[in-house]
């Protein structure tokens, strides 16, 4: 059974850091792409980043490029996400999942086994 596990969220203040980890399990992690997602109560869940199965290979919206960073270390079979110069925006709950296609999509319904989600709060 594959589990995403996330982890890492909670209060930051705008301009700071924070990173967030998913942790999978019952897959072979290296051979999947992974995603990161997010959403508010006034949003549908929308595409953060994306990597490859490798770490050669990633992808960004345009609100983040620059300032997150995902990344993968497939030894642990965990995805992050480093978020820097956060802004009150970015405020919601982050979603890790699994990437059903290469390369991965930008749309929900190119991935599968989601994470439970991590709040991020963000303070002005």
């Known amino acids: 059974q594959v589990q995403m596990v996330g982890s890492g969220g909670g209060l930051v203040q705008a301009g700071d850091s924070l990173k967030l980890s998913c942790a999978a399990s019952?897959?072979?992690?290296?051979?999947?792409?992974m995603g990161w997602f997010r959403q508010t109560p006034e949003k549908e869940r929308e595409f953060v980043a994306a990597?490859?199965?490798?770490?050669?290979?990633?992808y960004y919206a345009d609100f983040v490029k620059g300032r997150f960073t995902i990344s993968r270390d497939n030894a642990k079979n965990t995805v992050y996400l480093q978020m820097d110069s956060v802004k009150p925006e970015d405020a919601a709950v982050y979603y890790c999942a699994v990437s059903r296609f290469y390369p991965p999509l930008r749309t929900t319904n190119g991935y599968a086994y989601w994470g439970q989600g991590a709040q991020v709060t963000v303070s002005s």
């Open positions: 019952g897959l072979t992690f290296s051979s999947y792409g």
């Open positions: 990597i490859g199965e490798s770490n050669s290979t990633t």
